[in-house]
């Protein structure tokens, strides 16, 4: 099994930053992508961002390129998000989730590709 907690979402307004942290524990070398997701009120989860953990190896989703940032530290085991400029569109509860090798009929932005996932964090950007 794999557990993972994320940290550091709060309030900021537009045009700030964050930095969320997602710390995976347990059988991490059965970890082959991690993935950030969010999920706003009335919305399906959507897809963010993922990392291949053994490679550098990264997508965005479109509305997220050139803003934010997945980024790795692999001794914390510890996958982070920085996110700039953020708008109020991005205020959601952002989710950290992981999936190991194997086959799968399910794309990496579907959420049900994911094995394991965190229990979120919110993120609000005030206008």
């Known amino acids: 099994q794999v557990q993972l907690v994320e940290s550091g979402g709060g309030l900021v307004q537009a045009g700030g930053s964050l930095r969320l942290s997602c710390a995976a524990s347990?059988?991490?070398?059965?970890?082959?992508?991690v993935g950030w997701f969010r999920q706003a009120p009335g919305k399906d989860r959507e897809f963010v961002s993922r990392m291949r953990w053994g490679s550098d190896l990264t997508d965005y989703a479109d509305s997220v390129k050139n803003r934010f940032t997945i980024s790795r530290d692999n001794a914390k085991n510890t996958v982070y998000l920085q996110m700039n400029v953020l708008q109020p569109e991005d205020t959601a509860v952002y989710f950290c989730?992981?999936?190991?090798?194997?086959?799968?009929?399910?794309?990496?932005?579907?959420?049900?590709?994911?094995?394991?996932w965190g229990q979120g964090t919110q993120v609000t950007v005030s206008s």
């Open positions: 347990g059988r991490t070398n059965s970890i082959y992508v």
């Open positions: 989730a992981a999936f190991r090798l194997g086959l799968s009929g399910f794309h990496y932005q579907d959420p049900r590709r994911y094995d394991y």
